[in-house]
Structures are given as C-alpha cells and as structure tokens.
C-alpha cells in the first residue's frame, strides 16, 4: 500500500489512507475544499474501515501541474480520477462518499466501473443546478452567469460572500469562515474552473443507470439544494433512499457531523 501511495496517480491527487478494515470508505470533498473536510466524520470509522481520502487536481495538496483544461472540462474527468487512484490502491468493494459535486462524480465514476463499487452516499446532491421544465433545480441561467462573472471578476471578495450562504448557520460564523479559508486556499484559476463545470453539468440521465444501492443525505434548509431535488434523486434512482437532517446548511459534515454519522452508519450496516 505505501508503494501505490507513492504512485504517479495517489501523488497526484494527495492520497492518503487510514483505518484498519477491509472494507473501503472513499471520501471525495466537494467544490471549494479539500479531504480535511471530512476530519469530523472519519475518526468514528476508523476502527472498522479503510479509508480513502484525497484532492481533486486544483485543491488542497494536489499537484497543480496535473491540471489539464480538456481533461477536466466536464465531471467525468474528475470520475476518471476516482477510477485510477481505485485502480492504483487496488480497491474493490468501495463505498463512495461524495459531498455536493462530488455526489455526481462519484454517481459517473460507478456507472464506468460498476464492479468497484458497493455503494454510493450522496451528501447535498444536485443533478443539475439550473431550473428546468418540470424540474427545479433552483437557479435560473441569467442568476448563475452573474454568480460566476462576480466569480471571475473578484474571487475572494466571491468566496467571503458565498461562504456564509453555503454554510447557513448564521449564529455560528465560524463555519463560514473557515469554508471562505478554504476557497481562499484553492488555485483560483482552477477554481473559476471547476465552478464552471460543476454548475453547468446536468447529470440527471446518469441516476437510472445506478447499479449499487445509495443513499441521499439532505438538510432541511439547503442553499444549493432541497427537499425537490433529493425526492426527484429517489423518484429515478434504482435502490436510492433518503435521510433528512433537522439541520441546515450545505455541509452538515461540518455543522452536524454525529447525524451525518448516524445515517452513513445506518446506511453501512444495511443489506
């Protein structure tokens, strides 16, 4: 295992591995982070599981370099990478545990390679983050080009501002600041990016294809996402299920991490 780590591919991404079980736990951050977002939830599987954590090229420790425009135009780039630090652990059986965009990496990652996987945990997912006929998703298109141009055009003014609405929970600012640390931390070339792929990606007609059991893990209160959107996840997703936290926010792995880890508990324990 710490040759593979030292891989071309684990280098990349920053892997890192931890735990002592034999079954797997993969954890892909969401946009704007990187695999310390998950410290408040990890240390309650570690006795029981390998864990798998890492950074998407452009995040935390990765290397920058790697980054490549044509690769990492749409999300089955980033699936890609998934697939190769599977295929360079040699992992089998995985559950891939993905907050926000990485919901639907990881939904492309196991439908390319069904036969890793054994399950999949959506944490605040979106399929498609623009409105729709018959489907809302929660921004109309001339809203999201204004976000990303005050994107483009002032990054870290974007990233204080944005942090607060993602996080909710006002009467705790400390959770906003330390996702804006997080943005701030971010190549924000990649960044713009990544936010560009993320929000302009549509990957509703991959959730039929769905061959693992998965489960939707949703806040009550969602900037980014809802109660619609997880029901519509479940509506056409074969074997998907949803649990409904009373908190809010965007990243209740961050402001409520014991019923995060109640329901990936539950989750991991059923047949």
């Avoid at 974007?158 to 006002?170: K, L, Q, R």
């Avoid at 990649?190 to 509703?204: E, G, H, M, P, Q």
């Avoid at 409904?244 to 329901?263: K, Q, Y």
Wanted: hydrophobic share 35%; proline share 5%.
């Amino acid at each position: 295992m710490n040759d593979a780590l030292d891989s071309p591919v684990c280098l990349r991404n920053n892997v890192k591995v931890l735990g002592k079980g034999s079954r797997v736990l993969m954890f892909g951050h969401g946009f704007g982070c990187d695999q310390n977002t998950w410290r408040l939830i990890t240390p309650a599987f570690e006795a029981e599981y390998k864990i798998v954590l890492f950074d998407y090229v452009g995040a935390g420790h990765s290397d920058l370099s790697a980054y490549d425009d044509k690769r990492y135009s749409s999300l089955e780039g980033y699936a890609t990478d998934v697939l190769e630090i599977c295929e360079a652990l040699n992992l089998q059986n995985v559950v891939f545990i993905g907050h926000s965009v990485s919901s639907m990496i990881g939904l492309l990652a196991v439908n390319m390679a069904p036969e890793k996987f054994s399950k999949l945990v959506f944490i605040g997912p979106s399929p498609r983050y623009l409105n729709d006929v018959n489907y809302p998703g929660g921004l109309e298109r001339d809203e999201l080009e204004e976000l990303l141009d005050i994107m483009d055009s002032n990054y870290l003014g974007w990233s204080s501002t944005i942090a607060g609405h993602i996080m909710g929970n006002p009467d705790r600012p400390e959770l906003a600041d330390g996702l804006a640390t997080s943005f701030c931390s971010t190549n924000p070339e990649i960044a713009k990016k990544f936010a560009r792929v993320t929000f302009l990606s549509d990957n509703r007609q991959d959730l039929p294809n769905l061959k693992v059991p998965s489960l939707t893990i949703q806040c009550r209160e969602d900037f980014l996402t809802n109660d619609d959107i997880a029901s519509y996840i479940q509506k056409i997703t074969p074997g998907n299920q949803i649990t409904f936290l009373e908190s809010s926010g965007h990243c209740p792995h961050l402001s409520d991490p014991d019923s995060v880890i109640r329901a990936l508990k539950s989750f991991l324990q059923s047949s």
